[in-house]
Every structure is written in structure tokens, then in C-alpha cells.
């Protein structure tokens, strides 16, 4: 059993709603947090709980919805802000310069993780083409996963620094199931537990797989996989 030693709301606010969803090898954390008038930002917490300014893109004084999902060993941050369409565009920080990642022709691009190399993926929407697919982007080339016709949805969600990749995928009729591909391109898929939906997140050097799986009251739990 693990017990849960630390927890924390941002700004040390609980009335907010606040999630960590990416942490890196300096134990620096990154995640989002929604405020009390329901507007989103990012952030992240260092190791002694310090935690930065709410992290938002904005442009000519307009602030958009920010979510920062996930931080690499040289403080970059990754994520996606939402534009006045409604439409989600990937985003790097460094320090106080943002830069903007989309995949060319696509609706919508969000990146859910990065590795220290640059590395990362995610997932995209478009026009013509139904299921959201994902994608990763390694030594600059995009790769798109889509490892089951059937599959209706399909998200990147992690990358090592050996680029393997974990995620999760959506089949009608069966909960969400897990999938890594080695760094052979190698598929492992239909990572469940117990048959429940079951949603890989992060995936660290030493192959530990972290996510989370909802039981059968919807209820969330996290868990931890050593492949």
C-alpha cells in the first residue's frame, strides 16, 4: 500500500480545483487549476511547495484558457490554451516566452507530455476525419498513432527518454484500455484493470506507467505499473 504524503491545492487555496499532471526529474511539478469564477490557468510547484504566478497565454490583454500538462528537466512547460473558437492549440514555455505548436491541417492540437530531448505528443481533431488521433513528434518528424481501425478516440498522454510512449483508447462497446509502443514502434495494447476504464498517463525511464482507473461507481483511483 502507498500512502499519499503530500497533498496541495494552488496557492494553498482549496476552494479552487487543481490537478498535477506532469512532474519532472528535478521533482519540479506541473499542472492546471480552475479558479473560483471557473476561469482555468496553469502553474507549477516546486519541490518546497513553492508555487510560480497562474501561468495563462493571452494576447493584446485577452487571457484564454490555459492547461499545463506536463514539465521536463530543463523547466520547459507543454501544454494548450483554448481560443475564443473554442479550438485547442499546443503550446512550450520557456521561462516567459510561449511557442506554438499545431498539427498542420487539424482543428484542434493539445500536448498532454514531453521528454528532456524535446520530444512529444499528444493529441489532434479534424475536420474531415471523426476520431481525435494521436500523435507523436520525435526529432521533429510526426508520427501519428492510430493503432486500431475501430478505435473511436486515441491519446498520447506520455514519453520517455528512450521514446516510448503510453496512452489510452476508446472502442464503442468497451471502456477505455491502455496502450505503450516500445521505441521500436512495437504496440502493447488492451492495458486494463480488471477490465475497467483504464487511462495511462506518464511513462518515466524506468518504465513505471502511471495513470488512472475509474471503478464501476465512476470514481477515480490512481495506480502504478512496473512493465
Known amino acids: 500500500r502507498v500512502e499519499v ?30 479558479d473560483s469564477t471557473g476561469s482555468v ?16 497565454y493571452s494576447w493584446f490583454n485577452q487571457a484564454f484558457p490555459t492547461y499545463v500538462t506536463g514539465i521536463n528537466s530543463s523547466a520547459q512547460i507543454c501544454g494548450t490554451y483554448i481560443d475564443s473558437s473554442g479550438f485547442g492549440h499546443g503550446f512550450f514555455l520557456n521561462g516567459h516566452t510561449f ?11 493539445y500536448i498532454l507530455g514531453e521528454n528532456d530531448k524535446g520530444d512529444f505528443v499528444g493529441i489532434f481533431a479534424m475536420p474531415e476525419y471523426a476520431p481525435d488521433c494521436g500523435f507523436a513528434n520525435i526529432n521533429g518528424t510526426l508520427i501519428g498513432i492510430d493503432m486500431l481501425n475501430e478505435a473511436y478516440f486515441v491519446s498520447a498522454t506520455g514519453i520517455n527518454n528512450f521514446d516510448e510512449i503510453c496512452g489510452y ?8 484500455q491502455g496502450f505503450l509502443i516500445d521505441a521500436d514502434g512495437n504496440y502493447t495494447l488492451g492495458i486494463t484493470n480488471n477490465g ?7 511513462i518515466n525511464d524506468n518504465e513505471a506507467l502511471v495513470g488512472n ?3 464501476s461507481s465512476n470514481v477515480s483511483h490512481g495506480f502504478v505499473l512496473f512493465l
Request: charged share 20%; proline share 7%; net charge negative.
Open 99 to 109: 511557442s506554438f505548436y499545431d498539427v498542420p491541417n487539424t482543428d484542434d492540437t
Open 41 to 56: 490557468y496553469g502553474y507549477t510547484r516546486t519541490k518546497k511547495g513553492k508555487y510560480s504566478d497562474p501561468i495563462a
Open 169 to 176: 483508447y476508446y472502442v464503442s462497446g468497451v471502456p477505455h
Open 196 to 202: 475497467l476504464d483504464t487511462r495511462p498517463m506518464s
Open 213 to 215: 482507473y475509474f471503478d
Open 5 to 34: 504524503m503530500t497533498t496541495f491545492d494552488f496557492d494553498d487555496t482549496p476552494t479552487f480545483t487543481t490537478y498535477a499532471f506532469g512532474i519532472s526529474n528535478k521533482n519540479k511539478i506541473a499542472g492546471t487549476f480552475i
